[in-house]
């Protein structure tokens, strides 16, 4: 189970989604889906250009546009 949050500029944190992915498909489902509104799943990328994978955990992680950042966190079931 994946949970996407959404860090804005301004420091709010947003939860944004949740996956039962592990954290790098589930990211790049959303990238896919919310941000280029592809829909094709079976056409996604393995990884999106952007994203980089947290440096001490399976987390990933990609810089939007607008200067946030999208994380894409494991959780426990």
């Not at 949970?3 to 939860?15: A, E, F, M, Q, S």
């Not at 999106?48 to 990609?62: E, L, Q, T």
Request: proline share 6%; aromatic share 12%; with cysteine.
């Amino acid at each position: 189970m994946t949970r996407i949050c959404k860090l804005h500029p301004d420091g709010r944190i947003v939860d944004a989604a949740t996956f039962t992915l592990d954290a790098k498909p589930a990211l790049v489902a959303y990238i896919m889906q919310v941000i280029h509104h592809n829909y094709n799943t079976w056409e996604y990328p393995e990884v999106v250009d952007g994203m980089y994978p947290g440096k001490v955990s399976n987390n990933w992680y990609y810089d939007t546009p607008d200067g946030g950042v999208l994380a894409a966190y494991d959780e426990a079931i």
